[in-house]
């Protein structure tokens, strides 16, 4: 089910235009237009599902994919090392509510607060 409303619905359907790196019956993928590293592509599911939070057994297939597909991108691009994101509610910085995980890499990445921005 996609949502009307929804920045990252508009992206799958292709109403709104995106740099694809990935897609499948499940995954859509893209580069982030504001990338924090050389490398930094948003893993989506295509349905709309807010965040982490409404992770449940009935859709977590899109979850198993999402990570399939983070693993195929990084053989196919030979990223040794990447980090994976996912930000949930506004707190920690979620700022749109299409589930998404950042794929982060081509640089030498700390670790605790200072990685937090
Ligand atoms: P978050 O802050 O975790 O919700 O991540 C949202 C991400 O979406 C940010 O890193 C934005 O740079 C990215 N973003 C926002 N609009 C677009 C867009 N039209 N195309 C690609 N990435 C986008
Ligand atoms: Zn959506």
Same mark, same amino acid.
């Given at each position: 089910?996609?949502?009307?409303?929804?920045?990252?619905?508009?992206?799958?359907?292709?109403?709104?235009? +995106?740099?694809?790196?990935? #897609?499948? #019956?499940?995954?859509?993928?893209?580069?982030?237009? &504001?990338?924090?590293?050389?490398?930094?592509?948003?893993?989506?599911?295509? &349905?709309?599902?807010?965040?982490?939070?409404?992770?449940?057994? #009935?859709? +977590?297939?899109?979850?198993?994919?999402?990570? *399939?597909?983070?693993?195929?991108?990084? *053989?196919? *691009?030979?990223?040794? +090392?990447?980090?994976?994101?996912?930000?949930?509610? #506004?707190?920690?910085? /979620? +700022?749109?509510?299409?589930?998404?995980?950042?794929?982060?890499?081509?640089?030498?990445?700390?670790?605790? *607060? /200072?990685?937090?921005?």
């Amino acid at each position: 089910m996609m949502n009307q409303d929804c920045l990252f619905c508009k992206i799958i359907a292709g109403k709104i235009p +995106s740099a694809k790196v990935y #897609e499948d #019956e499940l995954v859509y993928a893209f580069k982030d237009i &504001t990338p924090i590293a050389p490398v930094h592509y948003l893993f989506v599911p295509k &349905t709309h599902i807010c965040c982490a939070k409404k992770i449940n057994a #009935e859709n +977590s297939n899109y979850i198993a994919s999402i990570f *399939e597909a983070i693993a195929k991108v990084a *053989e196919n *691009e030979n990223l040794d +090392s990447y980090r994976v994101i996912n930000n949930c509610g #506004e707190d920690a910085g /979620q +700022s749109v509510m299409h589930l998404h995980f950042h794929m982060v890499a081509g640089k030498k990445m700390g670790w605790g *607060e /200072q990685s937090l921005g």
